[in-house]
Protein backbone atom coordinates (compact mmCIF):
# COMPACT_ATOMS: atom_id res chain seq x y z
CA UNK A 1 0.00 0.00 0.00
CA UNK A 2 1.49 3.44 -0.67
CA UNK A 3 2.60 5.73 1.66
CA UNK A 4 -0.32 8.82 1.95
CA UNK A 5 1.71 12.34 0.66
CA UNK A 6 3.43 14.15 3.84
CA UNK A 7 1.16 17.69 3.44
CA UNK A 8 2.00 20.86 4.70
CA UNK A 9 -1.21 20.57 7.83
CA UNK A 10 0.70 17.55 9.13
CA UNK A 11 3.96 18.84 9.85
CA UNK A 12 1.51 22.22 11.26
CA UNK A 13 -0.52 19.52 13.87
CA UNK A 14 2.51 17.72 14.73
CA UNK A 15 4.88 20.33 15.16
CA UNK A 16 3.01 24.00 14.53
CA UNK A 17 1.77 24.84 18.27
CA UNK A 18 5.62 23.83 19.78
CA UNK A 19 7.15 26.25 17.27
CA UNK A 20 4.28 29.10 17.63
CA UNK A 21 4.83 29.13 21.76
CA UNK A 22 8.70 29.12 20.61
CA UNK A 23 7.97 32.41 18.13
CA UNK A 24 4.72 33.82 19.82
CA UNK A 25 6.63 37.32 19.71
CA UNK A 26 7.35 36.94 16.34
CA UNK A 27 4.14 35.99 15.09
CA UNK A 28 0.98 38.22 13.88
CA UNK A 29 -2.44 37.76 13.99
CA UNK A 30 -2.67 36.89 10.39
CA UNK A 31 0.09 34.53 10.03
CA UNK A 32 -1.53 32.65 13.26
CA UNK A 33 -4.76 32.51 11.48
CA UNK A 34 -3.31 30.75 8.48
CA UNK A 35 -1.83 28.31 10.40
CA UNK A 36 -4.82 27.40 12.12
CA UNK A 37 -6.85 27.63 8.89
CA UNK A 38 -4.58 25.33 7.04
CA UNK A 39 -3.95 22.81 10.16
CA UNK A 40 -8.12 22.53 10.16
CA UNK A 41 -8.55 22.26 6.03
CA UNK A 42 -10.50 19.40 4.93
CA UNK A 43 -11.39 18.18 9.10
CA UNK A 44 -14.08 17.88 11.04
CA UNK A 45 -13.46 20.71 12.68
CA UNK A 46 -14.99 22.68 9.78
CA UNK A 47 -17.74 20.53 9.47
CA UNK A 48 -19.12 18.51 6.06
CA UNK A 49 -21.55 16.31 4.03
CA UNK A 50 -22.16 12.95 4.22
CA UNK A 51 -22.32 11.48 0.68
CA UNK A 52 -24.39 8.05 0.76
CA UNK A 53 -25.15 5.34 -2.55
CA UNK A 54 -28.76 5.09 -2.51
CA UNK A 55 -28.23 1.14 -3.40
CA UNK A 56 -25.13 0.19 -1.40
CA UNK A 57 -25.98 2.15 1.67
CA UNK A 58 -22.00 3.12 0.75
CA UNK A 59 -21.35 6.14 2.88
CA UNK A 60 -18.47 9.09 2.49
CA UNK A 61 -17.56 12.16 4.54
CA UNK A 62 -16.43 14.97 3.13
CA UNK A 63 -14.92 17.41 5.53
CA UNK A 64 -15.06 21.27 3.94
CA UNK A 65 -12.08 23.52 2.86
CA UNK A 66 -10.81 26.17 4.66
CA UNK A 67 -10.73 28.66 1.67
CA UNK A 68 -7.96 30.46 2.75
CA UNK A 69 -6.07 31.82 -0.10
CA UNK A 70 -2.60 30.40 1.59
CA UNK A 71 -3.23 26.69 2.09
CA UNK A 72 -2.09 24.64 -0.47
CA UNK A 73 -4.97 22.30 -1.03
CA UNK A 74 -7.61 25.28 -1.71
CA UNK A 75 -5.08 27.38 -3.58
CA UNK A 76 -4.10 24.30 -5.82
CA UNK A 77 -7.43 23.38 -6.81
CA UNK A 78 -8.12 26.80 -7.88
CA UNK A 79 -4.92 27.05 -9.55
CA UNK A 80 -5.78 24.00 -11.31
CA UNK A 81 -9.09 25.35 -12.25
CA UNK A 82 -8.10 28.56 -13.35
CA UNK A 83 -5.38 26.87 -15.88
CA UNK A 84 -7.84 24.47 -17.01
CA UNK A 85 -9.88 27.44 -17.88
CA UNK A 86 -7.07 29.53 -20.13
CA UNK A 87 -5.71 26.47 -21.68
CA UNK A 88 -9.39 25.97 -23.41
CA UNK A 89 -8.52 29.66 -24.94
CA UNK A 90 -5.24 28.57 -26.14
CA UNK A 91 -4.91 29.18 -30.11
CA UNK A 92 -3.25 26.57 -31.95
CA UNK A 93 0.18 29.15 -32.02
CA UNK A 94 3.18 29.86 -30.33
CA UNK A 95 3.40 31.75 -27.37
CA UNK A 96 5.40 34.10 -25.81
CA UNK A 97 6.27 35.61 -22.22
CA UNK A 98 6.50 39.32 -21.29
CA UNK A 99 7.34 40.92 -18.06
CA UNK A 100 6.90 44.70 -17.20
CA UNK A 101 8.73 45.33 -13.80
CA UNK A 102 8.86 48.90 -11.49
CA UNK A 103 12.21 50.32 -10.46
CA UNK A 104 12.92 50.32 -6.88
CA UNK A 105 12.28 54.20 -6.47
CA UNK A 106 8.84 53.51 -8.02
CA UNK A 107 8.12 50.32 -6.35
CA UNK A 108 8.10 52.25 -2.84
CA UNK A 109 5.12 54.14 -4.01
CA UNK A 110 3.03 51.08 -4.48
CA UNK A 111 3.19 50.39 -0.35
CA UNK A 112 0.82 53.53 0.28
CA UNK A 113 -0.81 53.91 -3.27
CA UNK A 114 -1.26 49.96 -4.48
CA UNK A 115 -4.77 51.10 -6.39
CA UNK A 116 -2.86 53.75 -8.30
CA UNK A 117 0.03 52.14 -9.11
CA UNK A 118 -0.93 48.89 -9.99
CA UNK A 119 -3.56 49.86 -11.71
CA UNK A 120 -1.24 52.23 -13.45
CA UNK A 121 1.03 48.75 -14.45
CA UNK A 122 -1.40 46.74 -16.19
CA UNK A 123 -2.91 49.55 -17.97
CA UNK A 124 0.42 50.68 -19.58
CA UNK A 125 1.64 47.29 -19.82
CA UNK A 126 -1.41 46.33 -21.87
CA UNK A 127 -1.30 49.34 -23.85
CA UNK A 128 2.38 48.98 -24.88
CA UNK A 129 1.81 45.59 -26.26
CA UNK A 130 -1.20 46.99 -28.18
CA UNK A 131 0.74 49.71 -29.47
CA UNK A 132 3.89 48.29 -30.54
CA UNK A 133 2.21 45.51 -32.01
CA UNK A 134 -0.18 47.42 -34.07
CA UNK A 135 2.58 49.36 -35.85
CA UNK A 136 3.17 48.18 -39.06
CA UNK A 137 6.66 48.35 -38.69
CA UNK A 138 6.65 45.92 -36.12
CA UNK A 139 3.85 43.34 -36.30
CA UNK A 140 0.85 45.42 -37.71
CA UNK A 141 -1.42 43.56 -35.79
CA UNK A 142 -4.19 43.40 -33.19
CA UNK A 143 -3.38 41.35 -29.96
CA UNK A 144 -4.86 40.26 -26.44
CA UNK A 145 -2.85 39.02 -23.23
CA UNK A 146 -3.56 37.35 -20.28
CA UNK A 147 -1.43 40.08 -17.42
CA UNK A 148 -0.99 38.82 -14.37
CA UNK A 149 0.13 40.86 -11.50
CA UNK A 150 2.91 39.51 -8.78
CA UNK A 151 4.00 41.54 -6.32
CA UNK A 152 6.97 39.53 -4.86
CA UNK A 153 10.30 38.46 -6.18
CA UNK A 154 11.73 35.02 -6.04
CA UNK A 155 13.85 36.09 -2.94
CA UNK A 156 10.24 37.40 -1.28
CA UNK A 157 11.14 41.12 -1.03
CA UNK A 158 8.31 43.45 -2.52
CA UNK A 159 9.49 43.58 -6.41
CA UNK A 160 5.60 44.75 -8.66
CA UNK A 161 6.07 43.08 -12.23
CA UNK A 162 3.35 42.07 -14.69
CA UNK A 163 4.09 38.69 -16.15
CA UNK A 164 2.62 38.62 -19.77
CA UNK A 165 1.35 35.93 -22.04
CA UNK A 166 0.36 36.68 -25.73
CA UNK A 167 -0.06 34.92 -28.44
CA UNK A 168 2.57 35.05 -31.31
CA UNK A 169 0.12 37.08 -33.68
CA UNK A 170 -2.88 38.84 -34.04
CA UNK A 171 -6.04 39.87 -36.45
CA UNK A 172 -4.77 43.08 -39.30
CA UNK A 173 -5.68 46.07 -38.41
CA UNK A 174 -8.67 45.41 -40.75
CA UNK A 175 -9.98 42.44 -39.02
CA UNK A 176 -9.67 40.13 -41.91
CA UNK A 177 -6.96 37.99 -41.46
CA UNK A 178 -4.15 36.31 -39.23
CA UNK A 179 -0.99 37.98 -38.82
CA UNK A 180 2.15 35.78 -37.24
CA UNK A 181 5.22 37.39 -35.58
CA UNK A 182 8.34 35.96 -37.16
CA UNK A 183 8.80 32.57 -35.38
CA UNK A 184 10.66 32.21 -32.18
CA UNK A 185 10.37 36.18 -32.05
CA UNK A 186 7.53 38.71 -31.15
CA UNK A 187 8.72 41.90 -30.42
CA UNK A 188 11.16 43.85 -29.73
CA UNK A 189 12.10 44.16 -25.92
CA UNK A 190 13.92 47.56 -26.32
CA UNK A 191 11.14 49.35 -28.12
CA UNK A 192 8.88 47.94 -25.47
CA UNK A 193 10.70 49.00 -22.92
CA UNK A 194 11.40 52.75 -24.14
CA UNK A 195 7.41 53.15 -24.71
CA UNK A 196 6.55 51.10 -21.27
CA UNK A 197 8.90 53.74 -19.14
CA UNK A 198 7.99 56.87 -21.02
CA UNK A 199 4.55 56.09 -20.77
CA UNK A 200 4.03 54.99 -17.30
CA UNK A 201 6.06 58.15 -16.35
CA UNK A 202 3.47 60.22 -18.19
CA UNK A 203 0.97 58.55 -16.30
CA UNK A 204 2.17 58.85 -12.82
CA UNK A 205 2.92 62.30 -13.24
CA UNK A 206 -1.01 62.75 -14.42
CA UNK A 207 -1.59 60.54 -10.94
CA UNK A 208 0.17 62.70 -8.75
CA UNK A 209 -1.34 66.14 -9.83
Not at 12 to 33: E, I, M, P, V
Not at 56 to 76: F, G, L, M, V, W
Not at 110 to 123: D, R, T, W
Not at 159 to 178: A, K, N, Q, T, Y
Amino acid sequence: MARAALEVADIFRAYGAAWRDAQHDHLSLGQLKVMSAIEQCRTATLGGHVLCCPACEHQDIAYNSCRNRHCPKCQASAAKRWLEARQADLLPVEYYHVVFTLPASISAIAYYNKAVIYGLLFEIAAETLRTIAADPKHLGAQIGATLVLHTWGSALTHHPHVHGIVPGGGLSLDGERWVSCKRGFFLSVRVLSRLFRRRFLEALSQAHA
